[in-house]
């Protein structure tokens, strides 16, 4: 065996750009992760309470126990209010909607003791922020990648690699 041809194909794994490109993408998994973390933050707690009093006023919205009391001015008596059919619950709900909502607040309030809420613009800046970081790390990548195979080597793309950055003309990555 000719000791030369050793050297004419050495392993990927030894070009120090293979665990380059592996950091690099540890990092982006890292940022993928904690901009996964930023989209399921809570929002602040004034919100979650008024979507609480919007989804609580929703429950019983319809029965007007105004139009039902008049019923029973009615001069015959026989025309009172019918809460078994479809006001049912929209009756029920009008009466016991205070104490659900004493109790969901509660619970909220309990949940955002260790958790501050972030707003929507406090939100979209962080992940701005990430997808910014990801982004460049992506074009270091890629470089890299595009390097190992002007050396005749060829190494995988990641299969959530960014398109607009893996077709990108190799003159864009000059500089």
């Not at 019923?71 to 809460?83: E, M, Q, S, V, Y």
């Not at 195979?149 to 077709?167: C, S």
Request: hydrophobic share 40%; charged share 30%; net charge negative.
């Amino acid at each position: 065996m000719n000791t030369t041809s050793k050297n004419l194909f050495p392993s990927v794994a030894s070009y120090p750009t293979l665990d380059e490109i592996e950091k690099i993408r540890a990092s982006i998994d890292d940022l993928a992760a904690k901009r996964s973390e930023i989209e399921m933050l809570p929002p602040p707690k004034n919100v979650a309470l008024e979507r609480l009093d919007n989804w609580i006023a929703g429950l019983s919205m319809g029965y007007q126990v105004e139009d039902a009391a008049r019923k029973f001015l009615a001069p015959t008596g026989r025309d009172i209010p019918n809460i078994v059919g479809s006001d049912c619950g929209r009756f029920l709900m009008r009466f016991v909607a205070p104490v659900i909502r004493e109790e969901y607040a509660a619970e909220i309030e309990r949940l955002y003791q260790n958790k501050p809420g972030v707003t929507e613009q406090e939100r979209a800046k962080a992940i701005a922020g990430i997808d910014d970081e990801t982004f460049d790390l992506e074009l270091a990548e890629e470089r890299l990648v595009r390097l190992c195979e002007e050396r005749g080597h060829y190494i995988a793309r990641r299969p959530t690699a960014n398109p607009m950055i893996v077709l990108a003309a190799d003159e864009e990555f000059s500089s």
